[in-house]
């Protein structure tokens, strides 16, 4: 993966500041998968996806990812902290059989394909009542051919799997895209208790970005200031070669 430049990613930035997550993380993806038409990123599996963003992460920021949270015991809450590799995780890429995901349950035969963030992001738009609605709007989208009692089913069925149905696609999905989510169990080290963990790695991104773009931003107005160069100028420079004039300037 090419490393994007200083300049770029400010870009990326700026123009995320506009957005809501699931805008960011398209933008993180294109940046991961750069030339790549925006469709085409829509339609890749969410477990794809979060390969891209882990790979970027590590090219940008290391493998190291730290992850904090609360312990839940309501008799505890114990600050706790694990880390991640970005590395392994980035080559946790989907692996769906041949010809999609094939679900038998009762009357039904449906093969699916995996969901993708373009199916996420129409579910979103259209406003279910609830999660079972979700689901099924889901399931819908993502079903490649069904059939009920032999025949083809309608799109109006499609809209109206049954529970089981639905159970039996997730089920499938998460085995052949595990890195689509990702959830953990953290020990507590004060009282012993587990606490669930999801790590969301374009929101996870996004924050170092934005911590990373306002620190440069910093070290352009102070560069500025005291030598009168652009900014182009100054993101030219290497960051060994930023942070030692940051330093002369503080010298004198």
Same mark, same amino acid.
């Given at each position: 993966m090419a490393v994007t430049g200083p300049a770029e990613l400010l870009a990326t930035w700026e123009a995320g500041l !506009?957005?809501?997550?699931? +805008?960011?993380?398209?933008?993180?993806?294109?940046?991961?998968?750069?030339?790549?038409?925006?469709?085409?990123?829509?339609?890749?599996?969410?477990?794809?996806?979060?390969?891209?963003?882990?790979?970027?992460?590590?090219?940008?920021?290391?493998?190291?990812?730290?992850?904090? *949270?609360?312990?839940?015991?309501?008799?505890?809450?114990?600050?706790?902290?694990?880390?991640?590799?970005?590395?392994? *995780?980035?080559?946790?890429?989907?692996?769906?059989?041949?010809?999609?995901?094939?679900?038998?349950?009762?009357?039904?035969?449906?093969?699916?394909?995996?969901?993708?963030?373009?199916?996420?992001?129409?579910?979103?738009?259209?406003?279910?009542?609830?999660?079972?609605?979700?689901?099924?709007?889901?399931?819908?989208?993502?079903?490649? !051919?069904?059939?009920?009692? +032999?025949?083809?089913?309608? !799109?109006?069925e499609l809209t109206q799997l049954p529970e089981p149905v639905l159970k039996r696609f997730a089920e499938a999905a998460e085995a052949a895209d595990a890195g689509a989510e990702l959830t953990y169990r953290i020990a507590c080290p004060e009282c012993g208790a587990t606490t669930p963990a999801e790590l969301d790695i374009a929101a996870y991104l996004w924050t170092e970005l934005d911590a990373w773009a306002r620190d440069l931003l910093l070290d352009v107005h102070l560069l500025a200031s005291a030598y009168g160069w652009s900014e182009p100028e100054i993101l030219a420079l290497s960051p060994l070669r930023r942070r030692y004039y940051l330093e002369l300037c503080a010298d004198a």
């Amino acid at each position: 993966m090419a490393v994007t430049g200083p300049a770029e990613l400010l870009a990326t930035w700026e123009a995320g500041l !506009a957005e809501r997550a699931d +805008g960011r993380a398209l933008l993180l993806h294109r940046v991961a998968r750069p030339g790549e038409p925006p469709d085409a990123l829509l339609s890749a599996p969410l477990g794809e996806r979060a390969a891209d963003l882990f790979a970027l992460r590590r090219a940008l920021f290391g493998d190291r990812l730290e992850v904090m *949270l609360d312990c839940a015991a309501t008799d505890c809450g114990a600050a706790m902290e694990f880390e991640l590799d970005a590395g392994e *995780l980035a080559a946790a890429r989907p692996r769906p059989p041949e010809g999609g995901l094939r679900v038998a349950e009762g009357a039904w035969v449906v093969r699916f394909r995996l969901p993708a963030p373009g199916d996420l992001a129409a579910v979103a738009a259209a406003r279910p009542s609830d999660d079972a609605h979700a689901r099924r709007l889901l399931a819908a989208r993502c079903a490649l !051919a069904a059939h009920r009692a +032999g025949r083809e089913a309608t !799109a109006e069925e499609l809209t109206q799997l049954p529970e089981p149905v639905l159970k039996r696609f997730a089920e499938a999905a998460e085995a052949a895209d595990a890195g689509a989510e990702l959830t953990y169990r953290i020990a507590c080290p004060e009282c012993g208790a587990t606490t669930p963990a999801e790590l969301d790695i374009a929101a996870y991104l996004w924050t170092e970005l934005d911590a990373w773009a306002r620190d440069l931003l910093l070290d352009v107005h102070l560069l500025a200031s005291a030598y009168g160069w652009s900014e182009p100028e100054i993101l030219a420079l290497s960051p060994l070669r930023r942070r030692y004039y940051l330093e002369l300037c503080a010298d004198a």
